[in-house]
């Protein structure tokens, strides 16, 4: 009863947090808690676990043979695209739930610390890598048990997923504004949805571009998941890469210029 | 150099439009509790947030430990522990998983920040529940748990939002034990309450705000002394025996009885031997009783007397049933919180 004393100790946390070690031991922390939520309520994850595998399985077996005449070779189109695709947009969730945090006050717990206000930002954009990881991890091997292979090799693949996990941290930057700004986690929600939903099916992630009629296939060549599937299946199967490196880093670099000082500065007067 | 753990000069604040803050000042020594008594919407929360740097007054100045909450945010936050529905705990976590993360957060070793969950855990009596998620507490376990995860760090200064609101008397006995036992070992402790009872058993000093402005400072004893003593309240077991308790009550306080419900009478007394002698009375007059107690004004009472209206009121001396959110529909007149929860303590 008595042993836990609660006198004041100055040194409880007031060590330096400029530092980088702590920024980074915090946010791992902070990336820990998260995914201990994600665990425990998995139906978070489905728009990144079981949504990949149901368009896969779907598009192949139900479409693959209209599209692509067979469904091997659909499979082979198809499944850099998904796994792209799925990466970047399941950056949307960061958004919901820093909402989240806020409205039900935790937020308010990790400013009350004496930790580096960047740290739970931080701390959930490690958690969303993990959650790529485990995307790439379930779409391969979902892939590989329908007859996928890589045609390139592990380094290039490799390079594909990092790609997709870096336009991924670009959207992310669009997630967390609106997170700042929207009242509610299902305001957040609804917006990123109606931003993913025209990006990804606007995309040549599921046919062809010029299979579409003209005024789509201008809509489908600027829109960055066509480029970055594009380059994905480049980089699984080989090809050319060049065109679509340089549309994905255009947006990247243009997505984190113009929303990561705004994010940022909606995060700040939060925080 | 500052003698106060918690000092607060002119604090204003406006969210938009509403004035939340209208100049608020606030002062408590280290080693005490200081209560911040007022309704809903009187500016507790906001006062108590820009003292915990989670906003930031648009004029005047605050210090804790001596430390600016502005300019020495980080220091501020090293020192100070915060509950309630100011700082949440993760309701998907579990009591143990929270209070770990907070130990963690706090540069503890993961061997130090489990043994400091642990043994908070225990002395809040949660090691039973410390692997279910916080969704699954009750509200009073829930109340403990945000508790504890705010004394992870040792906070030399902690504040408490309302902590015993809905809480039945015998754990609100036992947060008010927590709450002794923390300013015992040296912590400063501002709490918020509606409860002028609670305020009276646990503040060295209160401080009464209302609509964004201090009204009134002083000890719990000065303040009963501005705005009256004790009520005694008997409810004769008989209700034919209401004249007679009526009668009894008038010569042992020497002030007129009322009614301030069916089958009650009251009469406000100046010192606690007013009971005994009551319950000597009582007892020779041979009537039985089914409640006899002696509490303090409610805070609608304080507020009627400091300010002439009711609490969080804009007409003066108006029914003021939307000041407590404990006091619900069915009071209806303003002495419905007479008997609200927080007089249970003094019943006898």
């Keep these: ?271 | 150099m500052t003698t106060y753990a918690i000092e607060a000069e002119g604090l204003q604040k406006s969210f938009g439009e509403t004035k939340a803050l209208a100049g608020v000042d606030l002062f408590a020594k280290p080693g005490t509790v200081h209560a911040v008594l007022g309704p809903n919407g009187a500016g507790k929360t906001t006062s108590v947030r820009i003292l915990a740097t989670l906003i930031r007054a648009d004029a005047g100045s605050a210090r804790i430990g001596g430390y600016d909450v502005v300019k020495q945010a980080e220091r501020v936050r090293a020192t100070i522990g915060l509950t309630g529905q100011y700082a949440s705990v993760d309701e998907d976590l579990t009591g143990l998983e929270n209070m770990e993360l907070i130990g963690r957060l706090l540069d503890l070793s993961k061997r130090d920040a489990r043994a400091r969950a642990a043994e908070l855990l225990e002395w809040f009596d949660l090691t039973e529940a410390a692997k279910r998620p916080a969704k699954t507490y009750s509200g009073g376990m829930r109340r403990r748990l945000d508790l504890a995860a705010s004394l992870v760090g040792r906070p030399s200064v902690i504040f408490l939002d309302e902590p015993t609101t809905g809480l039945d008397p015998a754990k609100r006995e036992d947060m008010w034990g927590v709450v002794r036992q923390l300013v015992g070992e040296g912590s400063t402790v501002l709490l918020t309450t509606q409860y002028l009872e609670e305020a009276d058993a646990l503040a060295d000093e209160v401080t009464v705000i209302d609509r964004g402005r201090v009204i009134a400072h002083d000890t719990p004893l000065g303040l009963k002394r501005v705005v009256g003593g004790q009520t005694l309240t008997v409810q004769p077991a008989d209700p034919a025996r209401l004249a007679d308790a009526a009668a009894l009550l008038q010569q042992v306080s020497g002030s007129k009885a009322e009614s301030p419900r069916q089958g009650v009478v009251a009469v406000p007394v100046k010192d606690d031997s007013a009971l005994t002698e009551t319950v000597a009375r009582l007892h020779a007059a041979g009537i039985g009783v089914h409640e006899l107690s002696l509490h303090l004004p409610s805070l609608d009472e304080v507020f009627f007397t400091l300010v002439g209206r009711r609490a969080g009121d804009d007409k003066p001396a108006g029914g003021g049933a939307h000041a407590d959110p404990d006091d619900g529909e069915g009071s209806g007149n303003g002495d419905g919180d007479r008997n609200a929860s927080a007089s249970a303590p003094l019943t006898v």
């Design chain 1, 1 to 271: 009863m008595t042993t836990a004393t609660t006198t004041a100790n100055p040194l409880a946390g007031a060590a330096g947090a400029g530092k980088p070690f702590t920024l980074i031991r915090h946010s791992a922390a902070l990336a820990k808690r998260s995914l201990l939520k994600t665990m425990r309520t998995p139906e978070a994850l489905i728009d990144v676990t079981l949504q990949p595998v149901i368009f896969l399985l779907l598009f192949t077996y139900v479409f693959g043979g209209a599209i692509a005449g067979s469904q091997s070779a659909y499979l082979r189109y198809l499944l850099p695209g998904i796994l792209a695709q799925t990466i970047a947009m399941s950056a949307t969730a960061i958004g919901v739930n820093m909402n989240t945090d806020i409205s039900k006050g935790v937020f308010d717990r990790f400013r009350s610390l004496p930790i580096a206000r960047s740290a739970p930002l931080v701390g959930a954009v490690l958690a969303d890598f993990v959650r790529y990881a485990l995307v790439a991890v379930i779409t391969l091997g979902v892939g590989y048990a329908m007859g996928f292979r890589i045609a390139t090799d592990p380094l290039r693949a490799g390079a594909g997923l990092l790609v997709a996990a870096t336009f991924a941290l670009a959207l992310s930057w669009v997630s967390v504004f609106i997170g700042m700004l929207a009242r509610t986690p299902g305001a957040v929600q609804g917006f990123m949805f109606l931003l993913v939903l025209p990006l990804s099916f606007g995309s040549s992630t599921f046919v062809q571009a010029n299979t579409l009629p003209g005024w789509l296939q201008a809509f489908v060549n600027v829109n960055p998941i066509t480029h970055l599937a594009g380059l994905s299946r480049s980089l699984f199967l080989g090809g050319p890469v060049a065109g679509h490196f340089f549309w994905t880093a255009g947006w990247i670099i243009g997505l984190t210029a113009v929303f990561m000082p705004l994010a940022l500065r909606a995060y700040g007067r939060k925080v």
